[in-house]
């Protein structure tokens, strides 16, 4: 099935650098989303993008929806020990009857050294 | 909090003999998933509930049930466990009539077949 190109596919990294990982598409879509998975745990949403062009931030966090509606990246400023996980972009076209095919990458696994 | 549940968190059965596991959420969401997820792939939608009606992915294996008795529980049922099945099971939530395609998951159970 479709699947979104998630790059890089791992990240080590020192505490206290910015990170900063991608998905691209051939398709277009309407709703990019970007989870955080810890070991053990369920997937949890950080952010969701629904307008091409949009940047939007949670924190340390920055994601943008690209202008061409195929791509999106997600930036980590500053990363600390607890942003360790698999981070997973996710895209969906909202509405109509595509509404439960979420689309994932394939996850960028970070680890991060004290 | 409005949340995803998901119970058992952990679940040890034997080859062959049937499992159920349940998620039940508090968000009033009209549409409920089941996913299987294997060692940092990204989840595999096996089916989902759009309020009573059910919708099966084409490769999900017939082993696979799911029930949903009211709106907010839903249930994964495994037939015969095959040694292959042992994954992590998630649960997710969304609601389509707001608009917005985001999924909320679940803790997840971790499933163990001996």
């Known amino acids: 099935g479709q699947q979104l190109n998630q790059s890089p596919q791992s990240m080590f990294i020192q505490e206290g650098e910015d990170v900063s990982m991608n998905c691209t598409s051939s398709s277009i879509f309407n709703t990019w989303l970007w989870y955080k998975q810890d070991p053990g745990e369920g997937p949890v949403l950080l952010i969701a993008?629904?307008?091409?062009?949009e940047l939007t931030s949670n924190g340390r966090l920055t994601a943008q929806f690209g202008i061409t509606r195929k791509d999106s990246f997600l930036n980590i400023s500053a990363s600390i020990p607890s942003d360790v996980g698999i981070y997973f972009c996710?895209?969906?076209?909202?509405?109509?009857?595509?509404?439960?095919?979420?689309?994932f990458g394939q996850g960028t696994i970070l680890t991060v050294h004290p | 909090d409005a949340m995803v549940i998901q119970n058992p968190r952990y679940q040890v059965t034997q080859f062959g003999k049937p499992v159920t596991l349940s998620c039940s959420q508090t968000?009033?969401?009209?549409?409920m998933y089941w996913y299987q997820q294997k060692s940092s792939q990204a989840p595999k939608l096996l089916f989902h509930?759009?309020?009573?009606?059910?919708?099966n992915e084409a490769d999900t294996p017939d082993n696979f049930q799911s029930r949903r008795p009211n709106t907010s529980f839903c249930f994964l049922d495994i037939r015969s466990p095959g040694l292959g099945d042992a994954a992590m099971y998630l649960c997710a939530t969304s609601d389509p009539r707001s608009g917005v395609g985001e999924q909320f998951f679940g803790p997840g159970t971790r499933l163990t077949v001996l």
């Open positions: 509930y759009y309020d009573k009606d059910f919708n």
């Open positions: 968000l009033n969401h009209n549409v």
């Open positions: 993008l629904y307008k091409a062009g």
């Open positions: 996710a895209a969906i076209n909202a509405g109509g009857t595509s509404y439960g095919k979420l689309t």
